[in-house]
Structures are given as structure tokens and as C-alpha cells.
């Protein structure tokens, strides 16, 4: 009689362990008979080539023989190897795959085309030759594109580690081998058994009758003995078919593969990436027709078409198949709180227009799985754009508290809702195992409001997206008991199905989505986030300028082209640049290369443009002009350079040498008043009000204007804060409280260097105080007086700054250089202000957000480094104080104490980040009443955008002055104005509410319009609009705004 043994769960489970481990025990287990009948290749031969050369270039080279144990390199050098492959008699009629391990990514090429990626990574080793050879061909000529990197780059001390440039790949593997579909079916079989057993809970009996099985099927199986292989199989087979019942979770399975469009490689190798990776998921499609794959980024799809049209061809016919579905909708996945409202608008514009163009549809799901936070302002920006409905993942990764939901409303400060939802599996690289749908059950935090999650699978940023491995996994869940059921869906069917099964029960949440990690990310690299802001301002003023010329063109019948191509162009190198890796500082320092190169071209081509818009270059009738690119009348002092050979050169000898200042540069200071989007003849005007500088005997320094006195002392700091005639000093008069002090605070984390900065740098302070030489007195008026100052912030790093009042300005402002030379230190500026209030007030995109100046809660302190943009405020009734930047990010209020982050020094991913030479602006500006009503916005928006002299063409019949566009309310800004995407003889005009209430706004256009209408995102007339609230008479443009509310209007000329 058979004796009946008991199991021990721990032995039995690693017994089916090691009976399919791909280490221990391969020659007598199962997964040692995976492949087999192994034959060399016929011949292998290998070109180094220089650089990512093409494959027409590359098959041209010279080859020469090579053989398995050879190592290639440098780091991020690219070798081509020829295969030619004979497959013997005794592997006819079966299966026979090309294993090839070079132990780094590489690209599988066949008759000019990408055939299939290859990674040692994740043991991505084999290309089954049938997907090349027609029936009973056993010959076949391959290329193998190897690109010397892993997956995740080279770092030299970990992941996220400077790259190791000299690092060498050795072949290891390059043979053709006989793969038994039959082993690795119970090989799957196996491992998901061996899995339920393993993570099912100890109460549930399913998991002991998985257990059970799958000894059951090791005793079963005689390796040598064919016919067992069958019976071992049924078994699986019968326990798999046992059903679910009704009410069990549902998983919505899609593939993915997360690709960064740049990070710890650079933008070069992302364009392979792709390749590699979307040819893999070709291939899978062929196979498995029920297969689906999303993927986002309209970039990454417009690289494949400009490198890869063959595999482009493929994809596009499998997305009208509905397999390959483009989502998201934008041009990258940028990051989500450092771009400007009008960018977040032109990455759906050009995302979206570009699945329109390509593949006739728009997307109806925003997809931002990995970005360092979500702006407030996101969920009206897709409602613009026709999205309803979020999905993203980060959050799970906050320190500090969980995210309550996973299914929810999120609404915006507009009010704006949609449908969000985070895979509770905390993961977008899922493989199809059964402990990761266990988790995505058991995190899930909406249980009884919806049965229902995504669960993304595929290993993304080159891994090659989904496996055949993972397919087959999944269909053995597919609706297996004691697991939720498993089904291959699309976004749209999830969020549908979840939108017909919600009857009010699911949550909303306010506001942003903040993580709680990765805020240093708002300051790494300040260069870059320098350049980001000001590219913003110059293709604003580009397209005001062009759309100006274009509208004057049509009417005079003149010969003017508004630069569509190539403002289409430098769009989307600045929409790059936002990739959530790029713009935020975290990827190595060849990417930083590639994108200051960007930069630079978006600069240049910016100021040819706007030139050319101006009429420059005509020289009869040219005349020096002062530009105002913002909506409201201006009256500040303006900088006029002197560079010899200028046209008007003799203009600028003419004027009254009483009306100007010339500043320690030699450059000319002129007050000058300019209409709203306009222009004015340079003209300066008498400076009424004077501002002025004392030196007092206690060695410290008086700067007054009109508008407010500063009282400095002999380090640039802050003593006193007066608003004119006021007696309330607005900075604190705690003893030890400066304006202005400088701080330097350790800036160790944990593990992700660049993203992170930890709550405990907070105890680390150290003030600025060493002066390097006194404080001099530069300017003394009457426009414009300055106080500069140098000062040691370590033996290798220095400040010099020059403090400044000009005359009719209500800030005083701090014109700073920093030679900077720092190991993970953390320099800010504080402003100790003597306001009472509970919260702080942050711009954001298109308004402005709330957060709290206290730490009464974990949700408070855990947000001890928030994101803004232009200007941050705190206020009480009557009185407040604001601080203004022209390229920061990142800010602190905490007990009236704001902080504007400026400077950090992490040194990985790229060692050399933010070492060097630093110059930014920033201000202080104390105000009576509200922010709003004082203007704060708009300074903060003229620091940004200052008041621009050139020299250009005027009619005769021009008048001296001229407002293009203004509005009546100062609470409404109109931030952009350019041309139509689909007519040239239409403008758009985007306007938004600033306040943050309801109103009116009456706008001038100067010029004669045919028509106007409200437009979406897309520049698409709102047919079924039925706000009602548009009226028009001769040239003026009434409408009603609710608050934070964004309107585009399509106005014909």
C-alpha cells in the first residue's frame, strides 16, 4: 500500500521551486530541458561602428569574423554583428530559436527591418527564427545591432551613479537551440501553482489545493518519459478551469512599457529603445490576437516614424486593429509641476494633433504613470482637451501618508473633474505573477465603491514591454478561483465600465496630487529650469510679435509668413526638454548636453523671429521701439543697450541726457510708458518721483521709491521693510530675523540624490555671514538705485549680488551670481516676515494654490518643499508679503518664514549638476490689501518679461503708440496670442481668471475682426457652447469667467 505523506508547506514549495529554476538543479529539472539539440551559428562576423548609424550605413562596413567570449565597448558605443544561420536536419520541423546574450541591449535586424529586442536584463536572450523563415527555408541571413548599455544605463557605484564610460560587454552567447513548447507550458503551469500556493492566505483552502497540485505534478512528471508530460499538464489544466464566482475583483491587464524619453541614457538611445521594444510587441500581436498594448508620448511614436518606417507601418495598421493604443495625449510625459500653463496646453496640442494626424483619433485618457507630482491645474487642462479621465501611479511612492484612493474624482481649482485612477499594484511594470494580482487586490482602497483596476504589465525603459511569458501567465488567471478574475482589456473599457457602474459612491479629491518624495526636483539642475522659464516668455513673445505681423500682412496685402514650422519645431524641443526626467534635473549629464543645445537654438531662432516679426531689416523706415508683451499698460524703467552700428544710434544720442541714467554698464536707463500689447516709439518720460540711496552711520543702507524704504545692512540683508508711509515693518523683528539671509543646509537623502531633499535638512542651518568686501553703493538714482555685495558661502563656492529700487517699482529686487562648487549642500534664501496667517499662496499654471504656513499634521509637515512658479505670497487682512523669482521653483513657508530654494548639489545621477556659474533674479514686494488687488501677479509677470527695446519698421501712417490687445479687468490675463493651427487668417487667443473669482472681462482687439467664438484645446469651435455669454460689439470682446477658468477664443480676421 502507497503510504500517504504530509506536507510541509516550506519544503514542498521549494521543491516546485527548484524544479523549475533556471539555477539550481538545471540538469536533472525542468527547466534544464527548455532548449535543446544547441548548434553554433554558421558564421559570425562584427563591425564597430561609428556612432548609432542607420542600418543601410551599417550593413556597408567592414565586417570581420568575431567569436563568442569577445567583449565590445566603450559605454554607449555601437557594434553590428552578421549572422549567418544553417539550421541542421535534426532540428527540421521545429521549433528553433536564436540565443543571443552580448549581456546588453540589442536589436534583432532582418532584410532592413527591426525585427525583435534582445536584453540580458531580463533574460530577453531568444528570437524564434520562424518569425524570419518561410515554411521548409532552413538558411536565413541576420543583423544584430548590439548597443553597449544595459537597460537601465551604466551607473558606476549603483543604478542612479554617474555612467561608467569605459565599460566593456562580453558575447557570451550566439547559437541556435530546439525551445519545447511543451516544457515551458508546465513550466508556467508550475510557477503559477507554486505562487498561489505561496501567497494565498494561510485561512483560504485554495491555496493548500494549489500545493497540493502542483506536488502532485512533479510526481507526475517523468522528465525522460514524454506521455507524463501530457497527464502533469491535465493536472494544471483542471485546476485552472475551476471558475470564479460573480462578485469577485476584476483586474483590467494591459501591456506596457514605461519608456523614459530620456534619463540615465540619452536621448539617442530612447529612439533605440523604442525600437527594440515596440518590435517585441509586433511580434507578441502576431502571435496572440487578443494581445493589447498601451503606449504613450507622441515623440517616441514620431522617432519610430522618422527611424523605423517599416516598423512604424506595422503599428500603425495594429492601431486602427484597436491592439496598439496611443494614450495619453501628450507630446512627452513631462513632469507635472514645473511647466508653464500655456506648455502643459501645447504638449495636449501637439500630442494630441499628432494621434490625430497619424492615427485619426484623439485620446481620451491622460497617462502619467511616473512624474514627481500633479499640478491643480491638470484636470481642467484635459477637460480642455476633451479628457475625462487620469491615470498615474507615483503617489504610492510618498513617505509620509498613503494616498486614500485608488478609484476617485480628482478636481481641480477650477472645479474641473476626472475620473483618476492609481493601479493599486504600485507598479507599472508588472509580470503576470500571481503575488502582484494578490497585492493589486488586497492595496486596492475603494473596495465596495468599485470592483474594478488596471494592472500594467511589461517591462518598460527597454526591457522590451510585455513577454510571451507574461501572456502566458495571465491565461491562467483569466478566471481561475481563489484569485480575482484576470482580463486583457483597453483603458477604455476600464474607465467605461467603471463610469456605468458608479452611482455617486466614489470620492473627490481637491486640489494637487502632491508626492511626498522627490521634491528636491523643483531646484536640481537650475540651469535648465532657467532656460525652461525664459524659452517660455520668448516663443510667447515670438508668437505675439508673428501673429501682430501676420494680421498687418493680410490687411496691407504684404509679404510677411508667420514662422509655423518652425515655431512648430521649437515647441517641441521645449515640450522635450519637460520630459519628467529632463526638466526636473534627475537624468545623467549627457542628456543635459543634448538639451542646453536645445535650448540654445530655441533662444537664437526666438530673437531671429521676433526681429523679423518687427521688421528689423527695414532699413528705410526703422526706428527705435520699447515692446510691451504682456496685457496691461506699463510704466517702468527700461535698459537701453548702446552697441555701435546700431541703425538708431543717432535716436539714442538725441535723447535728454536729464530723462536718463546710465547704469555701471554704461547702458542708458529710461523711464518709458507702453500700451498692452503694444509698442511705443522710445520716448523716456520725466522721472516725477525719484527713488534714492543713504549710507547711515550705523553703516547700513536706506533704499527708497514711492512704493517702499528697505533698510540693509553691510551683508545685503534685509533690516527693515517699509511700505511708503506705513510704519509696519514687514519683515520680523525677532532678534536674528534678516530679510535676504542666505542659508545652507546638508542635503544628504536617503538614495535618490538628485530627486530628494528629507525633512531633516531642516535641522541643519547655517546662515550666510562671512563678507568677502563691504557693501558698496553701485547706482544713485534718479531711476535707479543698487547697493552690491559679495559674500562667502564656503572656501569654493561666492555670492555677488546687487540689490536694486527703480523708480515706480513696488519690489525691491536681487540681481544674484553664485560661483558654485558644492557637495550636496543646499543654499535658499529666507524672508522672516512679520504676517500672521494660517496659509501661503503658490502660483501655479493658469492661478494660484493654498498651503498651510503651520505643521499640525503629518499632510502638513510632509510638505515642507512645495513647487511654484513666478511668485509666492502670504497675507493677512490688509497686508502681505510676496517674494518674485524670474527661474525658481522651489519654496518653503512655515511660520511667516518664506524660503525660495536656490541652489543644490547632488551628485547622481550627474556628478557635475549645478556646478558653476549661477544667475537669477528674485524680489521682495510688501503689499497693503490683497495680492490681487496689489498687483502681485502682474510684477511677478514684468519681472519675467521685461520691457524690450529694438530697433523696427514703422509705416508712416503707424502711430507713435500702439495697444494691439488690452482688457478692461485686471483680474483676467491674457496669456497667449497666436496663430490658428488650421487657418492663416485666424488667431487664437488664450485668456484665464487670475483672482480666483467670478467676473467679467471686456477685451480690445485693435484691429478689424470678422468673427469670434469660444474654441476647445484643439482650436475646435464649441459648437454646442451654451455659456451665452460672448458678446460682441465693433472691436470689443465681452465675456464671463468663473474662477481659475481657461478660455480660448478663435478669432477670424
Known amino acids: 500500500m502507497e503510504e500517504v505523506t504530509r506536507k510541509n508547506k516550506r519544503t514542498t514549495l521549494e521543491r516546485a521551486d527548484k524544479f523549475i529554476s533556471p539555477i539550481y538543479f538545471k540538469d536533472v529539472n525542468l527547466r534544464g530541458r527548455l532548449y535543446n539539440q544547441h548548434h553554433p551559428l554558421k558564421a559570425l562576423t562584427h563591425h564597430a561602428a561609428r556612432g548609432r548609424i542607420p542600418y543601410d550605413q551599417a550593413v556597408r562596413g567592414k565586417f570581420t569574423k568575431t567569436k563568442i567570449g569577445q567583449s565590445f565597448g566603450p559605454t554607449w558605443s555601437t557594434h553590428w554583428f552578421q549572422l549567418e544561420i544553417e539550421i541542421p536536419d535534426a532540428m527540421k520541423d521545429k521549433e528553433v530559436h536564436l540565443l543571443w546574450n552580448s549581456n546588453s541591449e540589442a536589436l534583432v535586424w532582418h532584410s532592413g527591418n527591426p525585427i525583435q529586442g534582445l536584453s540580458a536584463d531580463y533574460d530577453r536572450i531568444s528570437f524564434p527564427l520562424s518569425t524570419v523563415l518561410g515554411k521548409n527555408e532552413t538558411r536565413c541571413s541576420l543583423y544584430v545591432e548590439m548597443a553597449c548599455n544595459a537597460i537601465l544605463g551604466e551607473g558606476k557605484d549603483s543604478m542612479i551613479g554617474p555612467p561608467n564610460m569605459d565599460k566593456s560587454f562580453t558575447l557570451s552567447q550566439a547559437e541556435i537551440a530546439v525551445f519545447d513548447r511543451e516544457v515551458y507550458d508546465l513550466i508556467i503551469d508550475i510557477e503559477t501553482l507554486h505562487d498561489m500556493a505561496k501567497h494565498m492566505s494561510e485561512e483560504t483552502e485554495r491555496g493548500y489545493q494549489a500545493l497540493y497540485t502542483v506536488n502532485q505534478m512533479i510526481n507526475t512528471l517523468d522528465l525522460d518519459n514524454r506521455e507524463t508530460y501530457a497527464k502533469a499538464h491535465q493536472l494544471a489544466e483542471r485546476f485552472f478551469q475551476q471558475k470564479n464566482g460573480d462578485s469577485q475583483h476584476v483586474v483590467y491587464a494591459m501591456g506596457h512599457a514605461h519608456m523614459d524619453s530620456a534619463w540615465l541614457w540619452p536621448y539617442a538611445e530612447t529612439i533605440r529603445k523604442c525600437a527594440r521594444s515596440w518590435s517585441c510587441t509586433v511580434r507578441l500581436m502576431e502571435k496572440y490576437p487578443d494581445f493589447t498594448f498601451t503606449c504613450s508620448q507622441a515623440q517616441q511614436y514620431e522617432w519610430v516614424k522618422d527611424n523605423y518606417p517599416g516598423l512604424y507601418a506595422k503599428i500603425k495598421d495594429l492601431v486602427r486593429e484597436g491592439r496598439f493604443i496611443p494614450v495619453g495625449g501628450t507630446w512627452v510625459e513631462m513632469d507635472g509641476n514645473v511647466p508653464s500653463g500655456e506648455s502643459f496646453v501645447r504638449q495636449f496640442l501637439y500630442g494630441q494633433r499628432f494621434f490625430m494626424k497619424e492615427f485619426g483619433k484623439k485620446c481620451t485618457e491622460f497617462w502619467l504613470p511616473d512624474t514627481f507630482g500633479y499640478s491643480p491645474q491638470l484636470p481642467q487642462i484635459m477637460r480642455i482637451f476633451g479628457i475625462k479621465r487620469f491615470l498615474t501611479q507615483k503617489l504610492s511612492w510618498s513617505l509620509v501618508n498613503k494616498f486614500p484612493h485608488h478609484t476617485f474624482w480628482w478636481e481641480g481649482i477650477d472645479g474641473s473633474r ?551 479687468n485686471p483680474q483676467v490675463i491674457l496669456e497667449t496670442i497666436k496663430k490658428s493651427e488650421d487657418s492663416d487668417k485666424a488667431l487664437v487667443l488664450r485668456l484665464y481668471e487670475s483672482f480666483g473669482g467670478h467676473t467679467k472681462v471686456t477685451l480690445k482687439v485693435n484691429f478689424d475682426f470678422k468673427d469670434v467664438k469660444r474654441c476647445n484645446g484643439l482650436e475646435e469651435v464649441l459648437e454646442g457652447d451654451t455659456s451665452n455669454d460672448l458678446e460682441v460689439k465693433g472691436n470689443l470682446i465681452t465675456l464671463s469667467f468663473k474662477p481659475f477658468q481657461v478660455v480660448s477664443l478663435l478669432l477670424d480676421f
Not at 477604455?492 to 486640489?511: I, K, M, P
Not at 496685402?557 to 521649437?570: I, V, W
Not at 538725441?654 to 523711464?671: F, P
Not at 533690516?719 to 530675523?737: I, Q, T
Open 418 to 968: 476626472v475620473l483618476s485612477h492609481f493601479p493599486p499594484g504600485d507598479s507599472y511594470h508588472m509580470t503576470g505573477k500571481v503575488e502582484e494580482v494578490l497585492r493589486t487586490v488586497k492595496n486596492y482602497g475603494d473596495k465596495g465603491r468599485s470592483g474594478r483596476s488596471v494592472y500594467l504589465f511589461g517591462y518598460g525603459d527597454g526591457g522590451n514591454g510585455p513577454s510571451e511569458e507574461m501572456l502566458m501567465r495571465m491565461s491562467r488567471l483569466k478566471d481561475v478561483d481563489g484569485l480575482p478574475k484576470v482580463q486583457q482589456k483597453t483603458p477604455t473599457e476600464y474607465f467605461a465600465d467603471v463610469e456605468r457602474e458608479d452611482s455617486g459612491n466614489l470620492c473627490r479629491w481637491r486640489g494637487e496630487l502632491y508626492l511626498e518624495l522627490h521634491n528636491g526636483t523643483y531646484t536640481t539642475h537650475a540651469k535648465v529650469k532657467k532656460m525652461n522659464r525664459l524659452c517660455e516668455f520668448l516663443l510667447h513673445d515670438v508668437e505675439f510679435m508673428s501673429s501682430v505681423a501676420l494680421v498687418q500682412c493680410v490687411s496691407r496685402n504684404a509679404s510677411y509668413k508667420y514662422p509655423t514650422d518652425e515655431l512648430h519645431r521649437l515647441w517641441k524641443l521645449l515640450l522635450l526638454n519637460q520630459f519628467h526626467d529632463v526638466l526636473p534635473g534627475t537624468s545623467i549629464g549627457m542628456v543635459y548636453e543634448d538639451a542646453h543645445q536645445y535650448y540654445e537654438d530655441i533662444v537664437s531662432t526666438c530673437k531671429r523671429l521676433f526681429l523679423e516679426a518687427i521688421g528689423e531689416n527695414k532699413k528705410s523706415d526703422s526706428v527705435t521701439l520699447a515692446f510691451n508683451c504682456l496685457g496691461w499698460q506699463r510704466k517702468e524703467v527700461v535698459t537701453i543697450n548702446n552697441p555701435s552700428g546700431n541703425p538708431a544710434k543717432k535716436q539714442r544720442k538725441s535723447l535728454d541726457e536729464k530723462m536718463v541714467q546710465h547704469d555701471r554698464e554704461g547702458n542708458t536707463l529710461a523711464m518709458l510708458s507702453v500700451p498692452s500689447y503694444g509698442y511705443s516709439v522710445l520716448k523716456p518720460l520725466k522721472c516725477e518721483k525719484p527713488c534714492s540711496i543713504e549710507r547711515n552711520s550705523d553703516g547700513t543702507f536706506v533704499l527708497c521709491n514711492e512704493f517702499l524704504s528697505a533698510k540693509i545692512d553691510n551683508m545685503g540683508r534685509i533690516v527693515a521693510l517699509f511700505l511708503d508711509g506705513e510704519e509696519r515693518n514687514a519683515m520680523s523683528s525677532e532678534s536674528g530675523c534678516y530679510g535676504n539671509q542666505f542659508v545652507l543646509y546638508n542635503d544628504v537623502p536617503l538614495y535618490w540624490d538628485a530627486w530628494d531633499v528629507m525633512d531633516y535638512h531642516l535641522e541643519t542651518r547655517k546662515p550666510v555671514v562671512v563678507s568677502i568686501k563691504e557693501a558698496v553703493i553701485e547706482e544713485r538714482g534718479p531711476l535707479r538705485v543698487s547697493l552690491g555685495v559679495k559674500l562667502r558661502v564656503s572656501d569654493q563656492s561666492l555670492i555677488q549680488q546687487v540689490i536694486s529700487l527703480e523708480a515706480g517699482c513696488p519690489y525691491l529686487r536681487f540681481h544674484t551670481e553664485v560661483d558654485w562648487h558644492e557637495n550636496r549642500k543646499f543654499l535658499k534664501v529666507e524672508f522672516p516676515t512679520s504676517v500672521h496667517s494660517m496659509s501661503a499662496t503658490y502660483e501655479v499654471q493658469f492661478g494660484h494654490h493654498q498651503r498651510t504656513n503651520h505643521n499640525n499634521t503629518s499632510w502638513d509637515w510632509a510638505q515642507f518643499e512645495v513647487f511654484g512658479h513666478k511668485w509666492a505670497a502670504i497675507s493677512e487682512h490688509n497686508f502681505g508679503v510676496a517674494i518674485l523669482n524670474d527661474s525658481k521653483y522651489g519654496y518653503s513657508t512655515r511660520d511667516g518664514v518664506m524660503r525660495l530654494s536656490l541652489l543644490r548639489s547632488p551628485k547622481s545621477p550627474d556628478k557635475e549638476a549645478d556646478m558653476g556659474a549661477h544667475s537669477f533674479t528674485y524680489a521682495v514686494m510688501p503689499f497693503q490689501g490683497t495680492f490681487q488687488s496689489a498687483g502681485v501677479i502682474q510684477a511677478a509677470y514684468e519681472l519675467n518679461s521685461p520691457l524690450g527695446v529694438h530697433t523696427g519698421g514703422l509705416d508712416k501712417s503707424s502711430p507713435e503708440s500702439n495697444s494691439f490687445f488690452s482688457a478692461d
